[in-house]
Antibody, heavy 117, light 110 residues
Framework: EVQLVESGGGLIQPGGSLRLSCAASGLTVSDNYMNWVRQAPGKGLEWVSG???????HYADSVKGRSTISRDNSKNTLDLLLHNLRAEDAAVYFCARKDYSEAFDIWGQGTRVTVSS | QSALTQPPSASGSPGQSVTISCTGTSSDIGAYNYVSWYQQHPGKAPKLIIY???KRPSGVPDRFFGFKSGNTASLTVSGLQAEDEADYYC??????????FGTGTKVTVL
């Protein structure tokens, strides 16, 4: 069974940093286009970042310049490092696999990030 | 990277049909046949129900039907059932490795 499990969320002060991680089982992270999608409380989904099989990375404008997506092939995990956190970064962050049809077909259950002093 | 526009809510009685629109631009929906739809129940992860505008993943009932015309995509849910009550989001590839989601529609089964 394919499974994605996110971790690393919690309460972070404004201006702080956090690292989210997504552990995959049943699929190899480096063989897939992996993404982070977030959902602010009571709001819609927002694509945040993705990393291609070949290693190219892409970011939404809302996090560009203060985020880094990466993967650890030895651990089969996907990470997201986010700096200079703002109130608007508070959300549930989902890890998701994008398939060849440009659709997000496998999702984790999400990890919640709260930004508050 | 503006969100695609969806109506905030839609409703129908059991057995009826409901159609949700998703309006984008000539740079996203109008440019690519990579529109997907997701169903999300409260507190749960989104679930893919339509990809490439009209296709259904294995296990998704044929009561879910997707189509597109110009810069607008639509999702029709026919034969509404209680379990169809959820939030629905569209998504489109927007070029240059960017993806944009819709604002979301809450479907209520009356």
């Amino acid at each position: 069974e394919v499974q994605l499990v996110e971790s690393g969320g919690g309460l972070i002060q404004p201006g702080g940093s956090l690292r989210l991680s997504c552990a995959a089982s049943g699929l190899t992270v480096s063989d897939n286009y992996m993404n982070w999608v977030r959902q602010a409380p009571g709001k819609g989904l927002e694509w945040v970042s993705g990393i291609y099989r070949g290693g190219s990375v892409h970011y939404a404008d809302s996090v560009k310049g203060r985020s880094t997506i990466s993967r650890d092939n030895s651990k089969n995990t996907l990470d997201l490092l986010l700096h200079n956190l703002r109130a608007e970064d508070a959300a549930v962050y989902f890890c998701a696999r994008k398939d060849y049809s440009e659709a997000f077909d496998i999702w984790g259950q999400g990890t919640r990030v709260t930004v508050s002093s | 990277q503006s969100a695609l526009t969806q109506p905030p809510s839609a409703s129908g009685s059991p057995g009826q049909s409901v159609t949700i629109s998703c309006t984008g631009t000539s740079s996203d929906i109008g440019a690519y046949n990579y529109v997907s739809w997701y169903q999300q129940h409260p507190g749960k992860a989104p679930k893919l129900i339509i990809y490439e505008v009209t296709k259904r993943p294995s296990g998704v009932p044929d009561r879910f039907f997707g189509f597109k015309s110009g810069n607008t995509a639509s999702l029709t849910v026919s034969g509404l059932q209680a379990e169809d009550e959820a939030d629905y989001y569209c998504n489109s590839y927007a070029g240059s490795n960017y993806y944009v989601f819709g604002t979301g529609t809450k479907v209520t089964v009356l």
